[in-house]
T-cell receptor, first 109, second 116 residues
Framework: GQQLNQSPQSMFIQEGEDVSMNCTSS?????WLWYKQDPGEGPVLLIA?????ELTSNGRLTAQFGITRKDSFLNISASIPSDVGIYFC?????????FGQGTRLTINP | NAGVTQTPKFRVLKTGQSMTLLCAQD?????MYWYRQDPGMGLRLIHY???????AKGEVPDGYNVSRLKKQNFLLGLESAAPSQTSVYFC???????????????FGPGTRLTVT
């Protein structure tokens, strides 16, 4: 079946640093989504991407839909303590989403 | 709008007991999903439904059953709970498929289940 490779699996950074993470796939997706999960909560949708090459921002978050439609990137600028959590990418498959394994972000104050 | 709600929030079962998890959404979404999340395993799809009265198997359906008798509700049943079903269960809903903005899934807060 379709699989997404999300990297890195975990990140330990200092407050104020920029963060980059990405997802790659062997299959083409027509939609890429990025979610954030806070401890003890359900995933929350951050950004949705619908066109190859699209670059979309949501505050300090910027995500890109790769031109090959097989990858996507998420950047967080000037990280703050509330950015801590697990970030998931997801690609749209037939009637369901395919999720990456997640990137766990830890921030040292 | 409450969005997606799940009941209960926590539950402890003994091996062999049965239970039903309830998911409700008030967004008039066509599609609904049940996932389980285990440490280091990400989100794994158990069952899903693309409309009232329809259900389909996901990646890890064994040991679970579902029903979608009403559009706004999606029930997940465990007939005979096993320790391997200890997990956090998330429900999600999605408007539909095929139209722009229709693929965004919205998640509930989760149910933490422990089977002893």
């Amino acid at each position: 079946g379709q699989q997404l490779n999300q990297s890195p699996q975990s990140m330990f950074i200092q407050e104020g640093e920029d963060v980059s993470m990405n997802c790659t796939s062997s299959s083409i997706f027509n939609t890429w989504l990025w979610y954030k999960q806070d401890p003890g909560e359900g995933p929350v949708l951050l950004i949705a991407l619908y066109k190859a090459g699209e670059l979309t921002s949501n505050g300090r978050l910027t995500a890109q839909f790769g031109i090959t439609r097989k990858d996507s990137f998420l950047n967080i600028s000037a990280s703050i303590p509330s950015d801590v959590g697990i970030y998931f990418c997801a690609g749209q498959g037939a009637q369901k989403l395919v999720f990456g394994q997640g990137t766990r972000l830890t921030i040292n104050p | 709008n409450a969005g997606v709600t799940q009941t209960p929030k926590f539950r402890v079962l003994k091996t062999g007991q049965s239970m039903t998890l309830l998911c409700a959404q008030d967004m008039n979404h066509e599609y609904m999903y049940w996932y389980r999340q285990d440490p280091g395993m990400g989100l794994r799809l158990i069952h899903y439904s693309v409309g009232e009265g329809t259900t389909a198997k996901g990646e890890v359906p064994d040991g679970y059953n579902v029903s979608r008798l009403k559009k706004q509700n999606f029930l997940l049943g465990l007939e005979s709970a096993a320790p391997s079903q200890t997990s956090v269960y998330f429900c999600a809903s999605q408007r539909s498929g095929g139209l722009l903005n229709s693929y965004e899934q919205y998640f509930g807060p989760g149910t933490r289940l422990t089977v002893t």
